[in-house]
């Protein structure tokens, strides 16, 4: 019930090209979807966030498509840049009396120059 | 830059020593957190403090103590660990735990048990 399968566990795109990261969750309770972006050395930064009542969120080259029937939901990058290169991680929460994160097992993404 | 500060950055210490793990934040958020983090996985959630008060202790060993001295300043006190201990220590801070805002996290301290 708490958990968030994310695919794949690398992804390898060549510059310019589209990344697309899968996630599915099985708890209905969840209402805040972020994705959060790590690098080596640093703590996870968060990329961007949807709520279940939307079903697309785009910030500059980052998009979140969100499908509430499926229970999933995908993080695209448009243009990749090898900037980009890092660890995502999906993650899910709900409210409650104790907020917590639930996290996918992360996806290392390499662009290529 | 983060708005959650860690320090040390890194800590290098042996199995009977005692230290210490701070974190800081100055946006207001009432929610903080600990995390661990192993090398390629997700952050595994250990402690939450809601108000200064310890919300949710994730079966952490005694071993960890982590303190709330004010709404800002958290914590984590380090004594006897063992080397499965080193990892990557994340302090994270929330608005609070009923609203529906995200959790920001510092940039973590990288611990090493010798």
């Known amino acids: 019930q ?19 990261i899968n996630c599915a969750y099985e708890n209905t309770a969840f209402d805040y979807f972020p994705w959060y972006q790590q690098f080596p050395g640093k703590g996870p930064a968060l990329l961007i966030a949807i709520r279940p009542d939307v079903s697309e969120k785009k910030e500059g080259r980052f998009t979140i498509s969100f499908n509430k029937s499926a229970k999933q939901f995908s993080l695209h990058i448009m243009d990749s840049q090898p900037g980009d290169s890092a660890t995502y991680f999906c993650a899910a929460q709900y409210s409650g009396s ?5 996290f996918g097992s992360g996806t290392q993404l390499t662009v290529l120059p | 830059d983060t708005e959650v500060t860690q320090t040390p950055k890194h800590l290098v210490m042996g199995m009977t020593n ?10 207001g958020h009432r929610a903080m957190y600990w995390y661990k983090q ?22 952490v060993p005694s071993r960890f103590s982590p ?3 004010n709404s800002s300043l958290l914590n984590l006190h380090l004594h006897a660990l063992q080397p499965e201990d080193s990892a990557l220590y994340l302090c994270a801070s929330s ?8 959790q920001h996290f510092g940039d973590g301290t990288r611990l090493s048990i010798l």
């Not at chain 2, 005692?18 to 946006?27: G, N, R, V």
């Not at chain 2, 608005?95 to 995200?102: A, E, H, R, T």
């Open chain 1, 98 to 102: 104790a907020r917590q994160l639930t």
């Open chain 1, 2 to 20: 708490q958990q968030v399968k994310q695919s794949p566990q690398s992804l390898i795109v060549q510059k310019g090209g589209i990344s697309i």
């Open chain 2, 18 to 27: 005692k230290k210490s793990l701070k974190c800081e934040q100055h946006m």
């Open chain 2, 67 to 69: 303190e709330c001295p």
């Open chain 2, 38 to 59: 192993k090398a390629k996985k997700p952050p595994e959630l250990m402690f939450v403090y809601s108000y200064e008060k310890l919300s949710i202790n994730e079966s």
């Open chain 2, 95 to 102: 608005q609070g735990l009923v609203s529906n805002q995200p």
